[in-house]
């Protein structure tokens, strides 16, 4: 039973473009989401976070939006560069909620963004 | 100031044997968090440590993992007699106090291959 799911395995997107990344998530009780990414052979480096009563939060090139009622998260790379070649993971937490951990995190399966030159 | 460190970075064993990995928080924090990433696979929770305390261990396997946190030295994650189904990446991250909503930094991984 998946709570939070990444339905895009792989992306391709042009340099300079913009990456849009998608998320969705299940569970009414989380309220705090974040976003990984992720080199091979190396472990996940935190990106960006949106708290729930935010709809949007935005970071340099990152900005990543929130849809609270189609339980819906969004992370916008603009403009895409070859360095964001990797693979990005939405996170999910939430008070209460401990299917996952109580204070440990709930990841989807990761989208491959690919930057093509 | 290092980072999470996690050791081996590689591991290999025979089925049957018993797996040690190491985690070795940032300095300053006393809290780990344990994950494992089958292949093509999201990371997956295990358990959550504070120093000499278990947390929350929901995502735990009931047998053959176990988890700890001494008041000096890295967290240990042990399994014992070790099955095909362990190999996979495990991660940990460390945090100053409860949660991870600050987005902490992961090790590495210790990627465990079973043969």
């Known amino acids: 039973d998946q709570q939070v799911k990444q339905n895009s395995p792989s992306l391709s997107v042009q340099e300079g473009r913009i990456s849009i990344l998608n998320c969705d998530y299940t569970n009414s009780m989380f309220d705090y989401f974040l976003w990984y990414k992720k080199y091979p052979a190396e472990g996940p480096t935190f990106l960006i976070s949106?708290?729930?009563?935010?709809d949007k939060n935005e970071d340099g090139r990152f900005t990543v939006f929130l849809n609270k009622s189609a339980k819906h998260l969004s992370l916008h790379i603009v403009p895409s560069q070859p360095g964001d070649s990797a693979v990005y993971f939405c996170a999910a937490s939430g008070r209460g909620y401990s299917g996952g951990g109580a204070d440990g995190l709930t990841f989807g399966k990761g989208t491959h963004l690919i930057i093509q030159p | 100031n290092a980072g999470v460190m996690q050791n081996p970075r590689h591991l290999v064993r025979r089925r049957g044997q018993e797996a040690r990995l190491r985690c070795s928080p940032m300095?300053?924090?006393?809290?780990v968090y344990w994950y494992r990433q089958l292949p093509e696979e999201g990371l997956k929770f295990m358990v959550y440590?504070?120093?000499?305390?278990?947390?929350?261990e929901s995502g735990m396997p009931k047998e053959r993992f176990s988890a700890e946190f001494p008041k000096e030295g890295p967290s240990i994650l042990r399994i014992q007699q070790v099955v095909r189904g362990d190999s996979a990446a495990y991660f940990c991250a460390s945090s100053p106090g409860q949660g991870q909503r600050a987005g902490n930094t992961f090790g590495s991984g210790t990627r465990l291959t079973v043969v």
């Open positions: 440590l504070q120093k000499e305390n278990i947390i929350d």
């Open positions: 300095k300053g924090h006393s809290h």
């Open positions: 949106i708290s729930s009563i935010k």
